[in-house]
């Protein structure tokens, strides 16, 4: 009996785990490279939006920048992206978020301008963990509930051994 209920729980955690995933994966927005020289090039990807909603537009915000870029083409993996060219860009780091053309957003990532001759170029990078965080406590919860669970059913076992 007491194999089932470890079976039970964890067959429950992980049918929510599979469940509640999907939702760490909606919005997805990255930046390659992660770091670029003043004068280089980075690609901003929205990998959710939908070519077929319209255009993605993506904000960019940092030291001496707040403008919007629009996308211009389908990312080969899925999603629309845009070329930005740092020219003129103040050294820092700078944040881009993704808006789909359904209105939807779709996450955000950054970036850093070195000097030149600065750091080597990087991957893409996000920076919106909203949905691994939840996806990681609804796992965590419902491990807890499968816990609580089986001492229950052990302190009710051993009570009506000893009765």
Request: net charge neutral; hydrophobic share 40%.
């Amino acid at each position: 009996m007491k194999a089932q209920t470890v079976l039970a729980t964890a067959v429950l955690g992980v049918g929510l785990g599979t469940l509640l995933l999907p939702g760490a994966a909606l919005a997805d927005t990255t930046v390659s490279p992660a770091t670029t020289p003043v004068g280089g090039t980075v690609v901003l990807t929205a990998t959710t939006c939908d070519p077929q909603s319209g255009d993605a537009i993506f904000r960019v915000t940092g030291p001496n920048r707040d403008q919007n870029v629009r996308s211009t083409t389908a990312a080969a993996g899925g999603g629309l992206s845009a070329e930005l060219f740092t020219a003129g860009f103040t050294l820092g780091t700078y944040t881009v978020t993704a808006t789909c053309g359904d209105g939807s957003p779709a996450g955000s990532a950054t970036f850093t301008v070195t000097p030149i001759g600065g750091a080597q170029a990087g991957s893409g990078t996000t920076t919106d963990p909203t949905g691994s965080v939840a996806a990681g406590a609804a796992l965590l919860g419902s491990a807890t509930a499968g816990a609580l669970i089986l001492a229950r059913r052990r302190r009710h076992a051993a009570t009506a051994a000893t009765a």
